[in-house]
């Protein structure tokens, strides 16, 4: 292993994929769902250049090496994951050491110390008073929490999502999923239909008078008795779009004014990505629920669903039993990464590091690119950034020739012509520089 693995240019030295990933990559086609094989060849046919996937042995740092050799630059930290970079040593520690004392415990019924530990780091990191936490294991789970939360606090079943909105795939959020309706389509007769979806604003493109007034139109036309709202504060995987200053407050005034509770989904955002701990507190706002993931857990599988004891209560003492848990809620290797990752966050300072660096990558790539004439917009909030290009083809071809020089990107939109940059908070300005000369490159070309 380079010494430098974790902090060092691509280095590529095979033609994409390599031959170990090949093999590899036929007996994935051999035993995974056949659909995710049909994707990449459906992209291939889209974009004229082929999608085989590398195929990952070792990520550190900003790095990941792939089964046969080649270094590259995760320009996406694992789905938004890695804040502070892959295998962080502390959140390694805190994983070995934890695994040396307790694997498993007994979630809900004789918990571990480190889940209690966590829950009050949650508590006191969030914004409301008393604050009440449900650990899950995924984003869609803490949302799943939060549907079940609200149902049980308005006694409403309808909702109000946002198109271009993700919130994970399991059937709650599944029924939310306004990023894209093919994601729903096949599975609509067992999802919720009391589901209303409003258009997401865009900043400098919609006022906020007109966003809350189609939100209104799309409440009121729905016909639906709706309790809960669910809301991005910024749309990540529907392309890092960002509503005009003041939506969070204006949307939870007006679903308050109707009884409704609002449920902040800061999966990608929450944390320090965007520089705050909260996206959607920025300006005044305090959803009734917040849940956090990706971030949370420092790369192991964990969220969380948070809210006021005056919302929580509402799950009083139903049947006597516990009615929302799972085996490994509040797995405790996964809350020893998740404090040691909450840690990180604090000691290294990540929020103020991602709201600085944040305004320097927009405005070097917004320097850099702005000649190119496929290039629509750079747009963002702290680490989380998003350049629009011409079309989805252009991006998955961008991508497809980015990998090729060792770059690591993932598209996002519903027509995947957004590319995503979401690296670990920590990524040094010199790979910067060399992300934007790539991209520069491959612009002319692509
Ligand atoms: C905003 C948001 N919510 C929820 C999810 C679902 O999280 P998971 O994939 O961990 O279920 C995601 C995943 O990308 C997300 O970006």
């Known amino acids: 292993m380079h010494p430098d693995f974790g902090n060092m240019p691509p280095s590529i030295r095979s033609p994409l994929p390599g031959t170990k990933s090949r093999e ?5 086609a051999a035993t995974e769902c056949p659909s995710l094989t049909t994707r990449r060849a459906r992209r291939a046919e889209r974009t004229g250049v082929q999608h085989d996937p590398i195929v990952w042995a070792n990520a550190k740092g900003i790095n990941v090496l792939d089964v046969d050799g080649n270094v590259y630059v995760d320009w996406t930290a694992g789905f938004g994951v890695a804040v502070a970079g892959h295998a962080h040593p502390s959140v390694v520690d805190a994983i070995q050491e934890q695994s040396e004392r307790a694997i498993h415990a007994l979630g809900d019924v004789y918990p571990s110390d480190v889940k209690i530990e966590l829950l009050a780091r949650l508590a006191a990191l969030a914004p409301h008073e008393d604050a009440r936490v449900i650990l899950g ?3 869609a789970d803490a949302i799943e929490a939060a549907l079940k939360t609200a149902m049980l606090k308005t006694k409403r079943s309808g909702v109000l999502a946002f198109r271009g909105g993700y919130h994970g795939l399991s059937h709650g959020p599944l029924a939310l999923c306004g990023y894209s309706a093919a994601f729903r389509d096949p599975f609509q007769a067992q999802l919720h239909d009391e589901v209303a979806f409003a258009p997401y604003p865009r900043e400098g493109v919609d006022s906020l008078n007109d966003a809350i007034a189609q939100v209104r139109a799309a409440w009121s036309e729905s016909g639906f008795d709706i309790g809960t709202v669910v809301v991005e504060p910024i749309q990540a995987r529907g392309g890092i779009v960002i509503p005009p200053a003041g939506f969070l407050k204006a949307l939870i005034e007006l679903a308050h004014e109707r009884g409704a509770v609002v449920i902040a989904d800061e999966i990608y955002t929450g944390l320090a990505r965007t520089g705050a701990a909260f996206e959607s507190v920025r300006d005044g706002a305090l959803p009734d629920i917040l849940c956090i993931g990706k971030a949370l857990g420092g790369g192991m599988p ?6 006021s004891y005056d919302v929580m209560r509402a ?4 049947t006597g039993e516990a009615i929302h848990t799972a085996t490994f809620f509040g797995h405790p290797i996964a809350c020893a990464a998740a404090l040691a990752s909450l840690d990180i966050i604090d000691d290294e300072n990540l929020r103020e590091l991602a709201a600085d660096k944040g ?3 927009k405005a070097l790539l917004r ?8 290039v629509r917009e750079v747009r963002g909030r702290g680490m989380l950034i998003g350049v629009e290009l011409d079309s989805g083809e252009r991006t998955l071809r961008l991508i497809r020739a980015m990998l ?4 690591l990107l993932l598209p996002a939109g519903a027509k ?3 590319l995503s940059i979401t690296p670990s908070i920590k990524i040094s300005y010199a790979r910067v520089d060399e992300l934007v000369d790539a991209l520069d490159e491959c612009l002319t070309t692509s």
Do not use: F, N
């Open 24 to 28: 590899l990559i036929e007996t994935l």
């Open 137 to 139: 294991q995924s984003g």
């Open 302 to 307: 964990i969220s969380a669903c948070i809210a």
């Open 315 to 318: 799950w009083g003492d139903p």
């Open 359 to 361: 305004e320097r990558v």
């Open 367 to 374: 320097k850099r690119l702005a000649h190119h004439a496929s």
């Open 404 to 407: 090729e020089r060792g770059h």
């Open 416 to 418: 995947a012509e957004v």
